[in-house]
Structures are given as C-alpha cells and as structure tokens.
C-alpha cells in the first residue's frame, strides 16, 4: 500500500468524510518547474456555510507557504498552468451570478476573463502549444477557445449530462471528456467531431488523463474503480479495458 511521503494541511479542521467534503481542496496541478501545487479550496472558517466562496491557491513546496492568488466573490475552481509555466486558466462564477474562463499571472495578478460562459463549468485545460484551451461543464457541451483573444473555436456535443472533466492530448490532437452519462468521449481538436464513446463504466465519471504518449486514458469514476483505455483499439473493442483497478470502499472519487 503506497503512503504519501509528505502531506499538507491546506484546509481548516479535520479531515472530511463522504458526507462532508465541503471546503476541502480540489483541482490540484503542478507549476511548470516543479517548484509549486496550484489548488481550490475554502481556506476560511465555517467553509460549510460558504459554499460558493474558494479561491485558488499556491504551495511553495520548499518553504511549504500557502499564498492566496485570488480573492473575490464567487467560486474559483480547477486551477490548470500553461505549457510555459506563466499563466493559470480557471473556471469561475462571478458575484453577479455570471461564469467565466479566467486566466492570471502564474505568480499572482490582475486576472482576464477569456470568455463568459453558459451554466456553471468544471474543468479546463491547455493545448500543448498553449494556444487555445478546452473547457467544460454543466451545459453538457466542450468548447475550445482561442487563449490570446477568447475567440470561441468549437462547440462539442454528444454527453447526455453534466460534464465533469476534460483533458487535451499531449500532441494536441484529441479531446477527452467524462460526465455523469457514465460515458467518455474523444474528439477530433481540429474538427469537433466526436471519434470514440466509451461505455465500460456503471456510474458517472469524474476524472480523466492521458497517457505522455497519448495513446492511452486513465478514467475515476463513482463505480470505484479506475480503468486504463487504449484508444488505439478498434472503436468496436471500447467497452474493454485494458485494466481496471478497484479502489477499496472507503475512498473517495472527485466531486
């Protein structure tokens, strides 16, 4: 059994349970350099009474510093660092009541909205030239959104409900996303068109990553296991994992 070799404490009181997970942090990611964890999380006391109150945060993993990089009203979530280590893309919801793409300054500041979008969204992520990022989220859609101007490139559908995470291939030219349909999709990054459905899960899905060759998906879902795809296969042969790991019964699957 694997133990971590250093834990950190990033939120508030004990540690949660199945039922009670509000606050605790979520959508981590690694700066370019190695040198720090990006997550989102509610570092305030009586975090279950603000719901819709965290904020992105960083962890110098040297002198183990937790510094604040927002601080508004609305929920920051799903922290994700460009390709080039400057910029971190997230999720958000404005106090108006509105939800956006944001981008800032790996190090803090002045954040843009790169573009306003429709329903509440879970996840992003960049391509690997940095120049155009997908996004997802309740509305049942991906969309790509050009990361210098905020023009939007393509409206993917096919999940039948709410979409909890997307990724991009590491050479750029797929998308991957999973929802609560139990189903994972693949699509062409150029064309939008959908190229694979996956169905080998019985619960919704809620995590999902490439392979560094791309030739691969690792997929978390509710069903408590965790399953590995190789997409090179035959569509017809999707159903089939090449291996699934069951996770004992107390653990927990993202949210």
């Known amino acids: 059994e694997l133990t971590p070799h250093v834990t950190y404490a990033v939120t508030p009181g004990p540690a949660a349970d199945a039922d009670s997970a509000i606050g605790m942090p979520t959508g981590v990611a690694w700066s370019a350099d190695g040198q720090k964890i990006y997550f989102s999380a509610i570092r305030k006391p009586d975090a279950e009474y603000l719901l819709n109150e965290s904020e992105i945060y960083s962890v110098d993993l040297e ?105 991009i291939s590491p050479d750029g030219k797929r998308i991957a996303s999973v929802s609560w349909d139990s189903t994972v999709r693949l699509w062409d990054s150029a064309t939008g068109q959908e190229v694979l459905t996956i169905k080998g899960h019985s619960h919704r899905v809620n995590g999902i990553a490439f392979s560094p060759d791309s030739k691969q998906l690792a997929t978390a879902s509710d069903d408590r296991t965790v399953k590995l795809w190789d997409i090179t296969r035959n569509p017809n042969n999707s159903r089939k994992p090449t291996a699934s790991l069951p996770l004992p019964q107390k653990s927990l699957s993202s949210r």
Do not use: C
């Open 63 to 167: 002198t183990l510093e937790i510094t604040a990089l927002t601080d508004r009203k609305g929920p920051d979530q799903g922290p994700r660092v460009s390709p080039d280590g400057k910029w971190i893309a997230y999720p958000a919801r404005h106090a108006d009541g509105r939800n956006g793409l944001f981008v800032m300054p790996a190090l803090g500041g002045p954040e843009r909205l790169l573009a306003e979008l429709t329903g509440e969204w879970r996840s992003a992520d960049w391509s690997p030239d940095g120049k155009w990022l997908a996004s997802a989220g309740r509305d049942q859609s991906v969309k790509t959104w050009d990361a210098a101007s905020g023009k939007e490139l393509l409206t993917l559908k096919g999940h039948a409900a709410e979409i909890t995470s997307v990724a």
